[in-house]
Each structure stands twice: as C-alpha cells, then as structure tokens.
C-alpha cells in the first residue's frame, strides 16, 4: 500500500491518465490555429495581380501569361487582395473612399462566387471621379451611405465575421501607391466583435427606409 492508502497499481493508473489529458491537451494546442496577427505599410509597390485575380474567378484554370510589364511579386496590396478573397460567406466593408480597380474586381469576383457583400460608403465621396461605388452597385452589391454632413470615415473589411482589416488606408489608388499608410489584420474575436458591431449599427443606420427627404413647397 501507498503512503496514501492507496494501492500503487491504483497511482499509477491515475498518473497515467494525467499524463495521457496533459498528452491530449498538449496535441490539441499544437493543433489550434495560430492567432492571425499581420501589418501590411504602404505605399505598395507597383506588381501585376492578374494571375491572382484569374485564380480567384477559374480555380484550377491554366494561368494565362498578362502582357503588362508589370512583376508578379508579393507586395502589401497583394496581400490585402489575397486576404480578401479569402472570404466565403461574408464581407462587409465600410470604406470612405473607394476607386482602386484591383480591390474592386476583387470584391466583385467575391459577389459571382457567392459571398455576400455589404459594403457602406460616405455618400460625397461615392460620386467623386474614379470611385468604383457605381460599379459595384450596378454588378448587384449592395450599398449603403450617410445623409447627414460629416464623413463616413471609417475603413476596415470583416471576412466571415472572424477577420477583421483596418488602418488608415483609404481604398483608392492615390493612397495604395503613394501615401504612407498602415492594414492591421487579426482574427481576434475580441477586437473583430465591436467592428461586427459597428458596422450592424451603421448598415441599420442607413437603410434608406431611414432617410428623410425635405418637403418641397408648392
């Protein structure tokens, strides 16, 4: 008998199965996903995104060679492109200022696949010269903007509601090319949740059920 009282065959069978939950718990924290944690600075350098835009509209289909002079190369606007894509069932964006071609074919591609695109937009900005706003609404997304005088200024993207991408960048190419500008991406629940948050208040906010037009006098 143990000091315990128990039988040493009875302590080493509980040892064992300690040993055995510790074994099972150790696998099952290799296993877990590793948190997403990844800044993306910009300006980005110029690079072609052909072949992965092709990619993303013909999986599997043969790539076909794109006669611009451009490097295929891995650059932050790659990455965010990529990021993007990566969605398959949701995307919401609120962006401010939107009108880089790349990013837009990107959301469209995302919108024949299937997923479901919201996107909520600053309603001054939407119309400016060059903003794909018109464009994607025409392909069927839908799109929803203020109607009060301060800006909708904010600019992040949420991938099935467990990503989340944000920073200072605005949308457009003016901002991808030559400003100095920051993308956080994370899968954190606790950082994703407020901006799922946010953007339910802000796309209720302005369903146009909502807006509220002056009368005009006779």
């Known amino acids: 008998m143990s000091p ?8 080493l069978a509980v040892a064992a199965a300690a040993a055995a939950a510790l074994a099972v718990a150790a696998v099952a924290a290799w296993r877990r996903p590793r948190p997403l944690r990844e800044v993306l600075f910009f300006p980005s350098r110029p690079c072609c995104l052909e072949a992965l835009l092709a990619e993303a509209a013909a999986p599997g289909a043969p790539a ?4 611009c002079p451009l490097p295929r190369a891995e650059t932050s606007l790659s990455r965010l ?3 993007l ?3 398959r069932r949701s995307l919401d964006l609120c962006i401010f200022a939107f009108s880089c071609p790349q990013l837009a074919r990107a959301v469209q ?4 696949r299937g997923v479901r695109v919201r996107l909520v937009t ?3 900005y939407m119309g400016l010269h060059g903003s794909q706003i018109g464009r994607l609404r025409h392909a069927g997304i839908q799109v929803r903007h203020d109607q009060h005088s301060g800006f909708m200024h904010h600019k992040f993207a949420i991938v099935d509601r467990r990503m989340l ?3 200072s960048l605005n949308w457009t190419t003016q901002a991808i090319q030559s400003n100095r500008e920051n993308v956080l991406v994370v899968d954190d629940a606790a950082c994703v949740k407020p901006f799922l948050d946010e953007f339910e208040r802000i796309w ?3 369903n146009p059920t909502n807006y509220v037009f002056p009368k005009v006098s006779n």
């Not at 315990?4 to 302590?11: F, H, K, S, V």
């Not at 591609?109 to 024949?112: A, I």
């Open 165 to 167: 991408i944000t920073g």
């Open 109 to 112: 591609l995302l919108h024949r």
């Open 4 to 11: 315990a009282g128990l039988p040493r065959a009875a302590l």
């Open 122 to 124: 600053d309603a001054q």
């Open 64 to 67: 076909l060679p794109c006669p």
């Open 81 to 83: 492109v990529r990021r």
């Open 85 to 87: 894509l990566s969605a």
């Open 204 to 206: 209720e906010e302005y």
